[in-house]
């Protein structure tokens, strides 16, 4: 037996909803939608196809209105949320750890100097300390108090080709994300030894996470284990699954 056709008056009101925002925005109808994804919006893959094209249009808009000077808010210590939350894509009684010294971060893609670097040579770099919220879209935001080398730092050190469009970072957990350069130059961005007077917990995404305030809390990946400069789109585990790529303001 063949699978059913979804009826359009099934997604009508899905439809129209998208429709008020794209009108809201000023933007663009659905009619120039359709035209701008190549899809009839006459079934649910459609409908994906397109809201997918919105999506990446989206990403577009973000990255020309995406200011490198504008910060995140930064907090005093006494707002800092206690116990700050764990969240993974598992369970916190599931998390992976190694062990720090043996730990090593694997630098790919176009820089100039490939070798892995171990914590020592992130420790001798200069710190930086911020207390930002991190907002997490399953709807909670906690301020936290992370501090590490700024990314720029470590992209200059390895001479990454800073007009490249994306960094990519994977994660021992099988986790992985990407942002592109303008937000990994951003002076917030940072990469995260240590969470208040101490290293990184466990919890936390030990030994390093990169903390991004300018983006949600999936575009923060915990349990580095390498990090890419490439012109090509790398997505990531939530950005796969539909979320949407830029992530941020
Ligand atoms: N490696 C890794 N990084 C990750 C995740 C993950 O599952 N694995 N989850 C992301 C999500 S959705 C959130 S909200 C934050 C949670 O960070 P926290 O545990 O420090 O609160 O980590 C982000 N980075
Ligand atoms: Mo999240």
Known sequence: MSRARPDRAAIAPELRRIERRLMLKGSLSLGGLSMLSGCALDDEPSVERALAVMSRFTDRMQALLFSRQRLAREFDASQITQPFPFNAYYDEDEVRTVDPARWRLEVGGLVSDRRPWSLAQFRALPQKRQITRHICVEGWSAIGDWSGVPLSIFLHHVGADLRAKYVNFRCFDDYSTSIDMAT???????????????????????????????????????????????????GGYWEDQGYNWFGGS
């Open 184 to 234: 990994a130059l951003h002076p917030q961005t940072i990469m995260a030894l240590d969470y208040g007077d101490h290293a990184l917990p466990s919890a936390y995404g030990a030994p390093m996470k990169v903390r991004i305030p300018t983006k949600l809390g999936y575009k923060n990946p915990k349990y580095l284990s390498s990090i890419e400069v490439t012109n090509r789109f790398p």
